[in-house]
């Protein structure tokens, strides 16, 4: 008896969408936008702490020359790191690597670099160190016995773009939850009106259900079933818009943070699913709330 009677609630929920189809198609459609803007805080915030995670394990640091250095002095300096343990040297980049460094990542805009004169970018020497080997305070050592060098200009460390990014993290939270507060909010007022409105356009076939002895569960479960099924949708439409802009970025974009570049990736599988089921559960409670003002419960 309770599956045939699921079985009515779900056909009665997807004839309803059916024959209100322009309705419905304005709230999912309104819901996702409300959606696409929380999950895009998730996808954000999960590329930052994958960033930060990844980088963690491997530090980097970048010694930027004033000049051209030569071999001896190249050597000299490659031998002052490796006294340092858990170093690795990852390579040299003289000022003319740089530069079609830098004509690759321009790609059609490389033409901008030919009216300069001279090579304005300085060689460096990119080193990696692992953080279990060398502990926190050797990279710090490290940093300070370069800067000593004369030839050395500038050192650039991983750890310092870290703590920053940690930073933003911490103020994204407050942000994600804050926004994310209020987009559930407006999706829940979204689902409470879209259903609000089919329940009125079906009042007197509610009210005659009523008077053949319906009882109030019977007429509700195919309203709850529609409002999930509203909200599953518009969470789906909103991930796979997010999912198009994520390919556009990754193709287009080359995401660089100083001298690290960063990889951005997608929401993993639980997070999806996560997503998907608030977002059902969105439609349920709106529906529930648009259900208990109609029948004055």
């Not at 390579?91 to 009216?115: C, N, Y």
């Not at 709106?286 to 259900?291: E, K, V």
């Amino acid at each position: 008896m309770k599956i045939t009677f699921l079985r009515y609630s779900i056909r009665q929920a997807m004839a309803n969408i059916f024959n209100n189809r322009l309705v419905h198609l304005i709230g999912v459609g309104t819901m996702a936008i409300a959606f696409l803007i929380f999950d895009a805080f998730i996808l954000i915030f999960v590329n930052l702490s994958y960033w930060t995670e990844e980088r963690g394990r491997l530090l980097s640091m970048s010694v930027y020359f004033k000049e051209e250095p030569d071999r001896i002095v190249l050597e000299d300096v490659q031998r002052e790191l490796l006294g340092f343990p858990g170093v690795t040297i990852k390579r040299f980049i003289s000022k003319d690597d740089a530069m079609e460094d830098l004509r690759r990542q321009l790609g059609d805009e490389a033409g901008l670099l030919d009216g300069l004169k001279e090579n304005p970018l300085p060689a460096s020497l990119e080193i990696t160190f692992s953080r279990d080997k060398g502990g926190d305070s050797i990279p710090h050592q490290l940093k300070r016995r370069l800067e000593r060098i004369n030839i050395v200009d500038e050192v650039q460390y991983s750890q310092e773009w870290i703590e920053r990014f940690q930073a933003i993290m911490e103020a994204l939270k407050i942000v994600g939850i804050v926004v994310g507060g209020l987009l559930f909010l407006a999706a829940l007022f979204i689902i409470t009106n879209t259903i609000k409105l089919t329940i009125y356009s079906r009042k007197d076939e509610i009210e005659i259900l009523k008077l053949v002895g319906a009882t109030n569960r019977f007429v509700k479960i195919p309203f709850l079933i529609e409002g999930s099924i509203q909200g599953f949708l518009g969470g789906s439409l909103a991930l796979i818009l997010l999912f198009v802009a994520y390919m556009i970025v990754v193709a287009r974009v080359d995401l660089r943070i100083g001298f690290a570049s960063l990889d951005f990736v997608f929401l993993p599988p639980e997070c999806i699913v996560l997503l998907l089921v608030m977002s059902s559960i969105a439609g349920l409670i709106g529906s529930t709330i648009s259900l208990g003002r109609f029948f004055r419960i």
